[in-house]
């Protein structure tokens, strides 16, 4: 006897994905949507972020990895420009060379099996298969000792330090990047680990040779981005490019709103772009699954993971956002923050 189809279960067929030579991105990835595996969830991942452009979710953006190194410093700087993201907690090392790029030095094509003692002799460092010279990264941190040392010893979170960097960078530098353009679109950038960087070790050398530099308070960062998720009108959206510590501090935000009296739901979105897988137990792998048992993530939240390395995913994601939803992007208008902006 023949058994009668589940519908529940055999809703969807696979779409054989079609080759069409006049596509672009944005509908690629609409019919990778219906093929599977992490074709399918980059697909879902584009569907998500515009999900919360289009219900007004206030959106954190972390960013991890080496990605302006890699080539990703204008695309980040897209989605500030145009507020495809609300709030961005990145790594010291992506904004120190950010910095970099911005005063004018370059990183490098090169290749990750060239010799690294011959490299080290030569004063080349290597991220991988980029290079970037030690004497121009030098010129990066004179820069930033100089920044520093030209605000006291004023008292001030990483956003509001960040913040009077990029005023500085847009004055000095040669080129528009990350922090130059969240001053001018004044969107908030937070640091929790800048002394685990080059803007730390310049701010470090700067203390040592007898320089006031500011005193940078990275608790206050917790208190403000708690409020930052409590203050929310509508709902909540992260978006994670790797992990670490930008991953780890959105994710604490909704842990600790309720700890200092301002009762949040946890993130409504979760997009993750990652390697990392979870059963080695590290944060940067860990699941939306896992965060909902913490409070983190929403019990409802729309989420995907997508498994794959960011230099290809981020890209693609974006070109579809921008392609398929201008005119989303174009009427959108950023969420009210409750945040003052210091004067240098």
Not at 110 to 126: F, M, P
Not at 153 to 180: H, V
């Amino acid at each position: 006897m023949k058994k009668k189809r589940d519908d529940a279960f055999l809703r969807n067929p696979v779409e054989s994905l079609r080759i069409d030579g006049c596509s672009d991105v944005g509908d690629l990835l609409k019919r990778m949507g219906q093929t599977a595996f992490q074709g399918k969830n980059l697909a879902l991942a584009a569907d998500i972020w515009a999900d919360m452009l289009t219900n007004g979710a206030t959106i954190f953006f972390g960013l991890a990895g080496a990605m302006v190194p890699a080539g990703m410093r204008r695309l980040v700087a897209y989605l500030l420009q145009n507020r495809l993201v609300d709030c961005v907690v990145s790594t010291g090392a992506n904004l120190f060379h950010d910095c970099h790029e911005t005063i004018g030095e370059l990183h490098y094509q090169g290749h990750h099996t060239a010799d690294d003692v011959v490299l080290r002799e030569k004063g080349i460092d290597r991220i991988y298969d980029v290079f970037a010279h030690d004497w121009a990264f030098l010129k990066v941190d004179k820069f930033i000792a100089d920044f520093g040392t030209s605000l006291g010893s004023r008292r001030l979170n990483t956003r509001e330090f960040l913040y009077l960097l990029g005023k500085r960078l847009t004055e000095k530098g040669k080129t528009t990047g990350i922090l130059t353009s969240a001053y001018e679109a004044k969107v908030p950038i937070y640091c929790p680990a800048i002394s685990d960087s080059s803007i730390g070790i310049a701010l470090a050398v700067a203390s040592c040779n007898g320089k006031v530099i500011p005193q940078l308070d990275v608790i206050a960062d917790v208190v403000e981005s708690a409020h930052l998720v409590a203050d929310a009108a509508d709902c909540t959206g992260v978006i994670y490019v790797a992990g670490g510590t930008p991953k780890n501090f959105i994710q604490q935000a909704e842990v600790t709103a309720p700890l200092i009296g301002r009762p949040a739901e946890g993130h409504s979105y979760a997009i993750q772009l990652s390697v990392d897988p979870p059963h080695w137990g590290g944060l940067s792998g860990c699941t939306f699954e896992e965060a909902q048992s913490w409070g983190k993530v929403a019990k409802k939240a729309r989420k995907v993971t997508v498994y794959c390395d960011a230099t290809i995913s981020l890209p693609l994601v974006v070109h579809a956002l921008a392609q398929r939803h201008s005119d989303l992007i174009a009427s959108r208008k950023p969420p009210k923050m409750k945040l003052k902006w210091p004067k240098q």
